[in-house]
Antibody, heavy 120, light 107 residues
Framework: QVQLQESGPGLVKPSQTLSLTCTVS??????????WSWIRQPAGKGLEWIGR???????NYNPSLKSRVTISVDTSKNQFSLKLSSVTAADTAVYYC????????????WGQGTLVTVSS | SYVLTQPPSVSVAPGQTARITCGGN??????VHWYQQKPGQAPVLVVY???DRPSGIPERFSGSNSGNTATLTISRVEAGDEADYYC??????????FGGGTKLTVL
């Protein structure tokens, strides 16, 4: 059973960079044809896809966030990471890491989510 | 960009059938996935590729997709089905798109 766990600071100051890591257990991040993804959800609102990375290192980002987002993978640690720069209060949300499989990007495994608050 | 439109809320009595729609331009040509999210929890995949169910999801959950509308149908609704439901597609230009979500209330 694949499990994902987000980790990182719960509070980030405006204009700084938000950094989160997702640790994958129960399977190798390098096996299978999966995209490792980040999705966020502001309080009381819907889901927003941030981006994804394939184990080859190829990435795709939400066009609305592309200029501020970097997703990377460390296969030796079975982890992938998110960096979101120049954050504002609008970036306050629960951030989920997830596994998306298949050619149609269905998300079959989710982390429990971690709340990141942007505030001075 | 590609937009998915869901009704904000749907209400249904226990034992009845709930239908949650997801509208998008020619969505019938895409594969649609549906997620259930209960308060304080991560979403759970309940239907994928329009109408397939992951293991462990009751047969009461089914899906269809044609034209400009995809539909999640929940038969014999139970109190435990009360949750937010999101549709999602993959699009070649924006990659992953979620609908705005529908709150299912069991009366």
């Amino acid at each position: 059973q694949v499990q994902l766990q987000e980790s990182g600071p719960g509070l980030v100051k405006p204009s700084q960079t938000l950094s989160l890591t997702c640790t994958v257990s129960g399977g190798s991040i390098s096996s299978g044809s999966y995209y490792w993804s980040w999705i966020r959800q502001p309080a009381g609102k819907g889901l927003e896809w941030i981006g994804r990375i394939y184990t080859s290192g190829s990435t795709n980002y939400n066009p609305s966030l592309k200029s501020r987002v970097t997703i990377s993978v460390d296969t030796s640690k079975n982890q992938f990471s998110l960096k979101l720069s120049s954050v504002t209060a609008a970036d306050t949300a629960v951030y989920y890491c997830a596994r998306a499989g298949g050619g149609t990007a269905m998300v079959d495994y989710w982390g429990q989510g971690t709340l990141v608050t942007v505030s001075s | 960009s590609y937009v998915l439109t869901q009704p904000p809320s749907v209400s249904v009595a226990p034992g009845q059938t709930a239908r949650i729609t997801c509208g998008g331009n020619n969505i019938g040509s895409k594969s649609v996935h549906w997620y259930q999210q209960k308060p304080g929890q991560a979403p759970v995949l309940v239907v994928y590729d329009d109408s397939d169910r992951p293991s462990g999801i009751p047969e009461r959950f089914s899906g269809s997709n044609s034209g400009n509308t995809a539909t999640l149908t929940i038969s014999r609704v139970e109190a435990g089905d009360e949750a937010d439901y999101y549709c999602q597609v993959w699009d070649s230009s924006i990659y992953v798109v979620f609908g705005g979500g529908t709150k299912l209330t069991v009366l």
